[in-house]
């Protein structure tokens, strides 16, 4: 297998709150984590990459202050949105790769909502 | 130069009757195509992918076929289910980008019975 497991599966948070969600590998390590956001009826947006051990690299446009990654295991990355706002509500999807690989798994995906 | 282009937006199908898909990209660096279905709340799942030194691969109903020449690349569900009403996303990378995926906008596939 190479199942990815997110957490929670909905989460509905204050404006001006944080939440954090995570993503894990359950059967494999992943040395990369990518973070997607997806609004509906659209494609998935590529948010940020993540690499264990190391900063994330975040697509252009997507404020690193507001939506904080860490990948601090091989099995974990988390992504905190700061300071959330009914904007930020939205489906927040994970997906990881193996050493090596460049196939992605994903997750099952976060529904938030800021009211 | 790094878009993947997808259409139909939306597609409705009879049970039993063919659906397709079509993709066209235009960085020729790009050589894994996967395709993802995703159901309503849930995240994308991979259905079937193809590299460029292949013209079609088939997975039961699920056939890919892919014109190098012309970049593109489709995606046939044959023996189109009700259960197979979903979105589709194509999706391209290279290989030694660190696996960095570009979709394709997505097509909303209705299979009536």
């Known amino acids: 297998g190479a199942v990815v497991s997110q957490h929670p599966s909905r989460v509905i948070c204050k404006s001006g709150t944080s939440v954090k969600i995570e993503c894990r590998s359950l059967d494999f390590q992943a040395t990369t984590m990518f973070w997607y956001r997806q609004f509906p009826k659209q494609s998935l947006m590529l948010m940020a990459t993540s690499n264990e051990g190391s900063k994330a690299t975040y697509e252009q446009g997507v404020e690193k202050d507001k939506f904080l990654i860490n990948h601090a295991s091989l099995t974990l990355s988390t992504l905190t949105v700061t300071s959330a706002h009914p904007e930020d509500s939205s489906f927040y999807i994970c997906?990881?790769?193996?050493?090596?690989?460049?196939?992605?798994?994903f997750g099952p995906g976060t529904r938030l909502t800021v009211t | 130069q790094q878009q993947v282009k997808q259409s139909p937006q939306s597609l409705i199908v009879q049970k039993g009757g063919i659906s397709i898909i079509n993709c066209a990209y235009e960085?020729?660096?790009?050589?894994?195509f996967p395709w993802y279905q995703q159901f309503p709340g849930k995240g994308p799942a991979l259905l079937i992918a193809i590299r460029p030194d292949v013209s079609e691969k088939k997975e039961g109903r699920f056939t890919i076929s892919f014109n190098k020449s012309a970049k593109q690349f489709s995606l046939h569900i044959m023996d189109s289910q009700p259960g197979d009403s979903a979105t589709y996303f194509c999706?391209?990378?290279?290989?030694?980008?660190?696996?960095?995926?570009?979709f394709g906008e997505g097509t909303q596939l209705t299979v009536n019975p």
């Open positions: 960085n020729t660096a790009f050589d894994y």
């Open positions: 997906s990881a790769s193996r050493p090596g690989g460049y196939e992605q798994y």
């Open positions: 999706a391209a990378l290279i290989e030694t980008s660190g696996s960095r995926l570009t």
